[in-house]
């Protein structure tokens, strides 16, 4: 996947404007695509999606919200599309022997937590996995109309919200926001406030939650004070940088690569030596980890990794309204 590019983050300028009749033309036929209705799932379908491309902390919540319900007795199971995976499905991933170059990063880190199904054709996906657990999780696919969702739940980070505004390929958008909130339920605001926070939850039309990404407690108190060569392949990488000096970890160097980015051999052992010559440690994403595994193992014992966890204000209240939504 390409990293967005700059002008998205932006005050709209030239070169969104020149795009913008294409980004009107698509985010029209979205619209219009989105109107469709789905076909209803005999089990509860619940969507984890966001507003634009790119990461917003769509697998984090998925993941939040399938260990709650499971403290609640419920049997979820994850359907992704297995970006970055060679694999089209229905399929059930098996950590075990699945790689991320068949069923992508995101799928193995679900399959962690709950039986995890991947499908490049969503219905296809919803129905395969609806034979596997008694309520679907969907991360992403919330601008798919194929299946009909009981529950959509919009992912938003406060570090980027929507950008300049426009829809693809002048902005980030996938879809008009009109078009969108029509279709959401709940929405997840991930991160701290900003200086346009608030005017943006107040155009929001549906109930809100606050979340927050924890770094896993014994790794980030192995990292304070070190000195760090920290580098991570996902949607924000700088998120990712903003919670390792939040842990009390020195960055002295940050290196950012696209999302759901391939490492070589080269690549890792490139990271490695610089950060060796610098005597820095040399430290990145569970995400990342995943692809690293594949390609160099022996790599991880010098790599440390920092997972992350999101953790939602009012989650009780959340679980509830969600669950009153899927019954």
Not at 38 to 67: D, M, R, S, W, Y
Not at 105 to 123: C, G, Q, V
Not at 287 to 315: C, F, G, Y
Request: proline share 6%; aromatic share 6%; charged share 20%.
């Amino acid at each position: 996947m390409l990293k967005a590019p700059e002008f998205w983050w932006r005050p709209q300028g030239l070169l969104a404007l020149s795009l913008s009749p294409f980004a009107l033309l698509y985010g029209w036929v979205v619209a219009a695509r989105m109107k469709r209705a789905g076909e209803a799932i005999n089990v509860p379908v619940i969507c984890i999606g966001n507003l634009i491309a790119g990461g917003a902390g769509k697998t984090p919540t998925a993941i939040a919200l399938a260990k709650a319900l499971q403290v609640l007795g419920k049997h979820p199971v994850f359907l992704s599309r297995g970006y970055g995976g060679r694999l089209a499905g229905p399929l059930a991933v098996d950590p075990t022997t699945h790689s991320s170059k068949e069923v992508g990063d995101e799928a193995l880190l679900l399959a962690k937590i709950a039986p995890t199904m991947i499908a490049h054709d969503r219905l296809a996906g919803a129905r395969f996995a609806a034979e596997r657990g008694d309520v679907i999780i969907m991360d992403d696919g919330f601008q798919n109309p194929a299946v009909h969702k009981d529950c959509s739940i919009v992912v938003v980070d406060t570090g980027q919200l929507i950008g300049n505004g426009w829809c693809l390929p002048a902005g980030p958008l996938r879809a008009p926001m009109k078009a969108q909130w029509a279709k959401a339920d709940l929405c997840v605001l991930i991160g701290e406030d900003h200086d346009d926070t608030e005017a943006f939850i107040n155009q929001i039309p549906v109930p809100v939650y606050r979340g927050r990404l924890v770094p896993q407690a014994s790794q980030a108190n192995a990292l304070k004070s070190l000195n760090v060569f920290a580098f991570a392949g996902i949607g924000r990488p700088d998120k990712f940088f903003a919670t390792l000096e939040e842990a009390g970890a020195v960055l002295r160097e940050r290196r950012s690569f696209p999302d759901h980015y391939r490492y070589t051999a080269s690549d890792i052992d490139s990271i490695i030596s610089e950060a060796s010559a610098q005597f820095l440690i040399p430290v990145t994403t569970a995400k990342d980890a995943v692809k690293i595994a594949e390609v160099s193992p022996d790599a991880l014992s010098t790599i440390r990794v920092l997972d992350v966890t999101l953790q939602i204000e009012d989650m009780d209240e959340l679980i509830s309204t969600v669950i009153k939504k899927t019954r």
